[in-house]
């Protein structure tokens, strides 16, 4: 996914049983907040997240 997980998205993918998310784009810094509460809810139960930044297109 390009955006990290919101919080109820991050419940969503941790119901599934999604063991690891990679995102690109903070969450956090998209909404103007300052945690990552998806993040910090996925990271709790045990789930790896990940953060790519952008790649450069040439
Ligand atoms: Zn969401």
Known sequence: MT???CLPCARIIYTTGIKKVIFRDSYAAYKGIEVEEGVDFL???GVEVSHFPKE???
């Open 3 to 5: 955006l990290a997980p």
């Open 43 to 45: 990271r709790r139960f």
């Open 56 to 58: 450069e297109k040439k």
